[in-house]
């Protein structure tokens, strides 16, 4: 079986970076995995401030997704690493979320976003699903 999850409604959906289960990153706390991860683009102080008081991770997303602050040069080259520890920070912090995580077992974890391809399955399935293999290396790490 594979699990899938996309929105906070979802049997699945607070493995969501959306899900408001915040995490301490860098002696700083994050209300959500999204807002960390976005204003992690940035090397402008003040405007990674403001992704982290944004009221809401659709906010800190659409934030981050802006281009009217310099995203840093090695962005497409740390990315994957700091949604890793991110991850892995809102699971070592949330034990309900852990249980819930070892809960599924070995089953296949797929975000089901149909407008990401990078970190979703995309609309076709075809898309890369970093965020949700993420989430099954997450799993095995906290398994041990």
């Known amino acids: 079986m594979t699990i899938y999850f996309y929105t906070k409604n979802d049997p699945f959906g607070d493995f969501s970076n959306f899900s408001k289960h915040g995490i301490e990153m860098d002696a700083i706390w994050w209300p959500t995995v999204e807002h960390y991860f976005q204003a992690q683009k940035f ?46 920070q ?31 399955c995309g609309k076709d399935g075809t898309g890369l699903n970093k965020l949700g293999k993420i989430l099954m290396s997450v799993r095995k790490d906290i398994q041990q």
């Open 90 to 120: 809102k699971f070592k912090t949330h034990q309900a979320l852990a249980a819930l995580l070892l809960s599924t077992a070995q089953e296949h974890i797929v975000e089901n976003a149909p407008g990401d391809y990078y970190w979703g």
């Open 43 to 88: 090397t402008d102080q003040d405007y990674k401030n403001r992704i982290q008081t944004a009221h809401t991770a659709k906010q800190a997303a659409e934030l981050g997704r802006s281009r009217k602050a310099p995203i840093r040069s090695d962005w497409e080259t740390v990315k994957d690493e700091i949604m890793y520890r991110a991850v892995l």
